[in-house]
């Protein structure tokens, strides 16, 4: 499997930006999606996490309310909806997918099977 993630760029604090991560290759069965974000000298931080079927949801407390995780089976995409962005939002954004679909909700870097490559997100002031 692999994951193709895409959608980062430069956008001004308040703005949005919608990230996109699409899985390829051979499939093994279904499979929960997580977002994660990394900072120069800083650990992996989980961002949000979806399970299969798209009915639970999780969300890290900072990006409550302003950002939207979804997917789209039918086309192996997971969606990352980001608005009211605001500079400390600003990081390196991977997806990743966890194949047992329930150790996704745990927000463990750790815990995932695949990922992706990072998209860089940049948040002026």
């Known amino acids: 499997v692999q994951l193709q993630a895409s959608g980062g760029g430069l956008v001004q604090a308040g703005g949005s930006l919608r990230l996109s991560c699409v899985a390829s290759g051979p499939f093994v069965g279904s499979y929960a999606a997580g977002w994660f974000r990394q900072t120069p000298g800083k650990e992996r931080q989980f961002v949000a996490g979806?399970?299969?079927?798209?009915?639970?949801?999780r969300y890290a407390d900072s990006v409550k309310g302003r950002f939207t995780i979804s997917r789209d089976n039918a086309n192996h995409t997971v969606l990352l909806n980001m608005s009211s962005l605001k500079p400390e939002d600003t990081a390196v954004y991977s997806c990743?997918?966890?194949?047992?679909?329930?150790?996704?909700?745990?927000?463990?870097?750790?815990?995932?099977?695949?990922w992706g490559q990072g998209t860089l997100v940049t948040v002026s002031s």
């Open positions: 990743a997918a966890d194949f047992s679909d329930y150790r996704w909700s745990a927000g463990l870097a750790s815990l995932y099977d695949f």
């Open positions: 979806i399970n299969w079927r798209g009915s639970s949801t």
